[in-house]
Nanobody, 118 residues
Framework: VQLAESGGGLVQPGGSLRLSCAASGNFFSMYGMGWYRQAPGKRRELVAGITSGGTTNYEDSVKGRFTISRDNAKKTVYLQMNSLKPEDTGVYYC?????????????WGQGTQVTVSS
């Protein structure tokens, strides 16, 4: 599986962005898909995940603001980010995993930068 993120950029606080992660290869629908954020000087952390069955989970700080979704026909997973805050700044990566093993092995994309600043 190869993954390619897009949609990052510079946005003002309170603004919105939609990230996309397009996959190539087979069996996309069988993977759990996660969005991770790595802020400068910090470890990479799971922001949102969606299983092959559509079950979602979110990191507490983004609940109610971010929405993860997937389109298996397009082999794409999305992260809609609303009410963005400066602390949301970082490189966002998508990852394909088996089941919901978010911190185990898997396939990573190259990342896309999100900067929230006025």
């Amino acid at each position: 599986v190869q993954l390619a993120e897009s949609g990052g950029g510079l946005v003002q606080p309170g603004g919105s962005l939609r990230l996309s992660c397009a996959a190539s290869g087979n069996f996309f629908s069988m993977y759990g898909m996660g969005w991770y954020r790595q802020a400068p000087g910090k470890r990479r952390e799971l922001v949102a995940g969606i299983t092959s069955g559509g079950t979602t989970n979110y990191e507490d700080s983004v609940k109610g603001r971010f929405t993860i979704s997937r389109d298996n026909a397009k082999k794409t997973v999305y992260l809609q980010m609303n009410s963005l805050k400066p602390e949301d700044t970082g490189v966002y990566y998508c990852k394909a995993v088996a089941g919901s093993t978010w911190y185990g092995g898997g396939y990573w994309g190259q990342g896309t930068q999100v900067t929230v600043s006025s």
